[in-house]
């Protein structure tokens, strides 16, 4: 085992390395670093697929726990229409395109249904990374952008836990999938609500001997409790670690933890990653690469067009919604990891997966080129509308402006706000008082925390 692990851990980091070097993502370096060491290009086995499997699925465990972590539920109610309009245009629109794709190339309904999840998820760490790189972290599109990509992030882990119940009657019955939403949905209420009732309030009476030792290891304890939890309840594994985070991410000590998960988290997604990679079979990228390349433009022309229409439906200007679009032409961690599953569960073609990752590699390389090309193709379209379009553009670009000077004015308002008011009703009430208080205090403790922070 600790053979396997130097094998994999020497590779990942000198191919990490040189693509560094070569500034491309270092995620691409670890897949390539996969496929150095797997099975398939010199015909040795070097390393354990079965250990390194195991480290992978940890690896997926805290990915999606240090996710959850960096979620704020205020998000849900501060990005407004933009984020739920343009997720839902993004996931629905390329749900039914990635279905017809797989209809098209004659898989079965599992197959399509499985391609379709892989195809609609942007990568929040590769989107986040190359608008920091082009230098637009503070660009106006960047807010909703990153909204989109927290929904996105939410949809899949509930796409994750849908297609496991699917997969696993291998049958796709309407009523069935309803119940088990409403199970779902259900459940993460109660989950969530317990987690803000009880975890933030221990964290505050013991907050005093939390010290980083002892911080990490209870984190990662009640990680792997919720993941227990998750499958004692008949989800997946990733629901609980990633419910967990958002719970954490309440605390006064998101921070602490976030920075102290963040080298443990480095190491088990880098060896997910070279296990994705070890997976590949170079042979079988030259006799798919039709398909590899049919696949990736299907990516790039669907999220451009979707997520163009989601963000200009929600009420960005057009220079903002295709600078978004143009952001998200690619797929990355979660198509990794629902077509990991797909192949765990056995319910997926072998085929797809090489082909799927040599598309989100393919998307990946071409996403800073793209995103450049985002201005120039909003200018053409710009120049060359109709009268009529062009007053549509003008109104909205008007319109967006005025909000945020709206806003920019109402946030010097020292009275109460809307959500003030509306927790003041609530508390209220004689039944609810002490829980609500209760729940409202741990909410909005980091909020107070990330303030004082800051001044």
Known sequence: MVHDLYILMITAGIVALLFKLLKQPVVLGYIVAGVLVGPHLFGEKLVEMENVETWGNIGVLFVLFCIGLEFRIKNLFESGKVALIGVATIVIGMLLLGFGVGKSAELNTMNSLFLAAMLCMSSTTIVMKAVDEAGLSKARFVKGATSILIFEDIVAVVLMVLLSSVAVKNSFEGSVLLEKVGVLAVTLVVWFVVGILIIPTLFRWVRSYLNDEILIVLSLGLCLGMVLTAEEAGFSAALGAFVMGMILAETKEAHRIEHLMAPLKNVFAAIFFVS??????????????????YVALVIILGMILFGTLGCWWGGETLKDAMQTGFAFVQIGEFSFIIAALGSKLGVTDPVIYPIIVAASVLTTFLTPYIMKASIPCYNFIYNHASPRLKAKIDAREKQVE????????????????SADKVRHAVRKTVVTKRVVDLFFRNMSENDNNESENEK
Not at 276 to 290: D, E, F, H, R
């Open 276 to 293: 994705v990679g070890m997976m590949i079979n170079p042979a079988s990228l030259v006799t798919y690469w039709s398909s590899i390349l």
């Open 402 to 417: 005025e909000a945020e000077k709206a806003a920019s004015e109402a946030a010097k308002d020292e009275g109460p706000s």
